[in-house]
């Protein structure tokens, strides 16, 4: 039930090297290969910025969500430091709408602007995106074991206020929560975020269109708002 304008995409599978270890040497692990995971991504993302649609959507879940605000806030630095770079961008007018499905990163990543070498910083990721949905479950079971290292993950908690009042404003309005914790229990893998609901909400972000569509679109109520 698309509109024209919303059909036909070009689809692209991202994966990355990740070993099994037990918790919480995997936590550990997780995020050094998805570190290692932007380097792939961000040159791709530059390259896309250069063809005819510039529309692209990233989604990722779990440690895909760190993943792609990790390659955003990289490209993003690249732009503001290379004038080339800047221009073909600011000329070809790219857009990027991002969808985090129980993102495996802590909520105030996207406003930190102090790091170390064993830290990541993602403050450039939000004001290059268009749009962000954040699909977050409060019982996940996975995400209580991270929890263990890195206290407060966004596919857990959603965005505290505190966080939206260091946003700045234009880029606070580009958040939108959905709460499927009604919908999924304790469970955390991909294949389960696949209920109509949660398709239709990830709609718009996929498509770019203004508004999901169809009976199972999500009900106002199953937004968070701050």
Known sequence: ????????????????????????????????????????????????????????????????GRVVLSALHWTALREAKDSYRRNVVANKQSRHRVVLLAPAIN??????????????????????????LNVFNQR??????????????????????????????????????LDVTSLLGMRHAARFYSSPEIRAAIQPYVFFCDQPTGADAPTTSSFVRH
Request: aromatic share 10%; glycine share 6%; proline share 8%.
């Open 140 to 177: 996940d079971c996975p995400l209580t074991l991270y929890s263990i290292c890195n206290p407060h993950p966004l596919g857990r908690t959603s965005f505290f206020g505190e966080d939206y009042l260091q946003f700045d404003p234009q880029d606070s309005r580009k958040i939108q929560e």
């Open 107 to 132: 909520h105030d990543k996207l406003n930190q602007q102090e790091f170390s070498e064993f830290d990541e910083r993602y403050d450039m990721a939000l004001p290059r995106a268009e749009r962000l």
């Open 1 to 64: 039930n698309l509109p024209s304008s919303c059909r036909g995409i070009n689809l692209i599978f991202f994966s990355w090297p990740s070993a099994v270890a037990p918790v919480p040497a995997e936590i550990l692990t997780g995020q050094q290969s998805a570190r290692q995971g932007r380097f792939v991504l961000a040159p791709l993302l530059e390259r896309l910025s250069e063809t005819k649609d510039r529309r692209i959507c990233l989604i990722g879940h779990s440690y895909g």
